[in-house]
């Protein structure tokens, strides 16, 4: 399950980071400014974000084969709608921002959470760290391929082999996928027959108004805003930087557009160490001293990427890639522990929730770097502001810890949060 959840985590990502390698090609060929384009890549991320909650509880209601057959078919479609019919930008944003946000949004680490909580009694968080390093293959292994392709074709190529992947990643979920371990009549991993029932049937009822009244209960309770706010300064900082502007910041210091995804490969393949590492280390370490660590890492290396970025690859630049790369998508599994901690068998919609918030930042700041290309002309303040923003979210962990030891005091409050009702 973990390979076939994988699988369809890749497809869907590696439509979440081709935005900023045919930004340039699509300014060339259409006239768009990088606004007009932004702003297509921001609805998206909002929709990455917003979208997830709802198709987690889909999830519970459908089944998770079903849910993610319809995502991966929507991608598909989108492939093909935006190679063949993007005469003006309001269609990219139509196309790219509300069809493949939706697409994407129901084919996130939430889906991925809904994987680990379902199938896996123990080792959840090594599982979430896989599942997470299999989104961050997507969104950047394929890159330096697209890349390629792209220098022998238009921008065209690289959104229909992303459609190919989905097409891939839909095969194997109507093949393999199951939605959940009853089915196969086994328990999740490391469960036993004492432990039987937390292979729970599936959710009943309207799964918008479950969705909508866990926000409720979620919005209650404190914990839940400071790690929404730390997971949108997150998604700020990874998402809505990397994914969009890399590329073309790159671009700017004469760097081409092939040799720039190859370091967004090794982001992407440092990820993969981080996130695993990441998951491994939040089943043994306090999560919120992980988040911590991680964000003032991540705030160190975005510092310094202004002056270390040349036309040419070079050591310092591939260094950057990987210290990047470690720490990049390595919030995850801790972020996740902590919305199982604090929201028991709803912590797939509250972190979806969360997710929401992430989003949220990734977008601003996807609109707010092309906002800052075209006025100053240069990306460089935008890193200043993203290394900044790493250092608030690191407080904010800090804060999230003594929130934590103060709602210890109360069982009471403890038991309240998130409940269905």
């Known amino acids: 399950m973990v390979a076939v959840a994988a699988l369809a985590l890749i497809a869907a990502g590696s439509f979440t980071t081709i935005a900023g390698l045919i930004t340039e090609p699509l300014v060339d060929a259409k006239g768009w400014s990088r606004t007009d384009i932004g702003i297509g890549v921001a609805i998206n991320m909002v929709l990455y974000g917003g979208v997830a909650p709802f198709a987690a509880a889909l999830m519970d209601r459908c089944g998770l084969r079903r849910v993610t057959s319809v995502a991966l078919v929507a991608l598909i479609a989108s492939s093909l709608l935006i190679a063949n019919a993007t005469p003006n930008a309001l269609s990219f944003v139509l196309w790219w921002g509300l069809l493949v946000g939706t697409g994407t949004g129901s084919i996130t680490m939430v889906f991925?959470?809904?994987?680990?909580?379902?199938?896996?009694?123990?080792?959840?968080?090594?599982?979430?760290?896989?599942?997470?390093?299999?989104?961050?293959?997507?969104?950047?292994?394929?890159?330096?391929?697209?890349?390629?392709?792209?220098?022998?074709?238009?921008?065209?190529?690289?959104?229909?082999?992303?459609?190919?992947?989905?097409?891939?990643?839909?095969?194997?979920?109507?093949?393999?996928?199951?939605?959940?371990?009853?089915?196969?009549?086994?328990?999740?991993y490391g469960a036993d027959a004492s432990s039987r029932d937390i292979a729970r049937s599936a959710a009943t009822g309207n799964p918008f108004t479950r969705t909508v009244h866990v926000l409720r209960d979620c919005l209650r309770d404190i914990r839940f805003w400071t790690v929404a706010l730390m997971f949108a300064l997150c998604g700020a900082t990874t998402n809505g930087l990397m994914w969009s502007h890399f590329t073309p910041a790159a671009h700017d210091h004469g760097m081409a557009a092939t040799a720039a995804s190859s370091l967004l490969a090794v982001v992407g393949l440092a990820n993969v160490l981080g996130t695993v590492t990441a998951g491994w280390l939040t089943d043994?370490?306090?999560?919120?001293?992980?988040?911590?660590?991680?964000?003032?890492?991540?705030?160190?290396?975005?510092?310094?990427?202004?002056?270390?970025?040349?036309g040419d690859l070079n050591p310092n630049l591939l260094a950057f890639a990987i210290a990047f790369g470690i720490l990049d998508v390595a919030t995850v599994p801790p972020t996740l522990a902590l919305c199982r901690n604090y929201f028991g068998d709803n912590s797939a919609l509250a972190f979806g929730w969360v997710n929401v918030f992430h989003q949220i930042?990734?977008?601003?700041?996807?609109?707010?770097?092309?906002?800052?290309?075209?006025?100053?002309?240069?990306?460089?303040?935008?890193?200043?502001?993203?290394?900044?923003?790493?250092?608030?979210?690191?407080?904010l962990g800090a804060t999230s810890a003594r929130l934590h030891r103060v709602s210890e005091r109360s069982a009471s409050d403890a038991e309240s949060c998130c409940t269905t009702g």
């Open 361 to 395: 930042g990734a977008g601003a700041m996807a609109l707010i770097g092309g906002l800052i290309r075209d006025i100053n002309g240069s990306y460089t303040m935008m890193w200043v502001i993203s290394a900044i923003v790493c250092v608030a979210a690191a407080g």
């Open 284 to 310: 043994r370490i306090e999560p919120r001293i992980l988040l911590a660590v991680f964000f003032l890492g991540r705030g160190v290396s975005l510092a310094l990427l202004p002056i270390l970025f040349s």
């Open 112 to 188: 991925g959470a809904t994987v680990a909580n379902r199938w896996f009694h123990e080792k959840i968080g090594l599982a979430t760290g896989l599942l997470t390093a299999a989104s961050v293959v997507g969104q950047f292994a394929m890159l330096p391929v697209l890349s390629v392709i792209l220098g022998h074709s238009d921008w065209r190529a690289p959104v229909l082999i992303c459609g190919g992947l989905a097409l891939v990643g839909l095969i194997g979920v109507q093949a393999l996928m199951k939605d959940s371990p009853r089915e196969l009549g086994i328990y999740p």
